[in-house]
């Protein structure tokens, strides 16, 4: 089983869950099944083309899957999924 | 409502002054009851933009997974992320919204010339179209 970390303000579509253990051998399939298991997550997690939005990075243990083989990439039991956005900004 | 207790305030206020002129940025730890959140602790982060950083703030993602990580282990949630807009208002801009995230709060701190003057929280829309100011007391 791999773990996926679930970001604080998305614990109310999760049933408040910090986190959930998820059976599968891609992170692609963690987090199908995952939004499978709380439909509500999706629209949080997924654009409306059915791809991650813009903002959400995921992280295998400490490594970003765009630079691993994306939602490709290989999980093994006691790996750790995070779900991470992207932010910045500016004054102008 | 969002209220920062003295000691994370004091380390937030400190960042963005230390920082002056460019912005800085951090993640904001603590607790979440319904709409009630109160920062317990602040964690300054290394404003990673590559470009000028005295109009521009970017966090590494990297840096907000070692948060959330400190975070779980402290028992406390990720609440939001702090920045200063130096010789500016404490407003949300076209590009903090643009390259914001809308599953958290956001405080900015107008720093005019080297010294804290104002602050205000933000919450953007699911779009990243608007931001409703959120009521912050510190």
Redo the contacts between chains.
Sequence with gaps: MAKI?I????RQYAEKN?SVDIAASTVGEALASLTTQFPDLR??LYNDEGKLRS?V?V?VN?E?IRYLQKDATAIADGDTI?I????????? | MIRVQPEPWATMVAHAQSTYPN?CCGVMLGS?DDDNKVVEVAMNLENA?AGPQN?????R??D??MA?RE??KLGM???G?F?S??D?DAYF?K???E???P??S?IVLSIQKGTFHHANSWLPN?ERTLAAQEPLEY
């Design positions: 970390l970001p604080t303000p998305l910090n629209k949080n903002f990075n992280y400490d970003d995070s991470v956005p992207s932010i910045a900004g500016g004054r102008c | 912005e979440i933009y109009e521009h703030y970017e966090v993602p990297e907000l997974l959330d975070a779980r949630d990720v609440i992320i920045h807009h130096p500016c801009s590009t903090d919204l390259n914001s995230c599953w958290y956001f699911e």
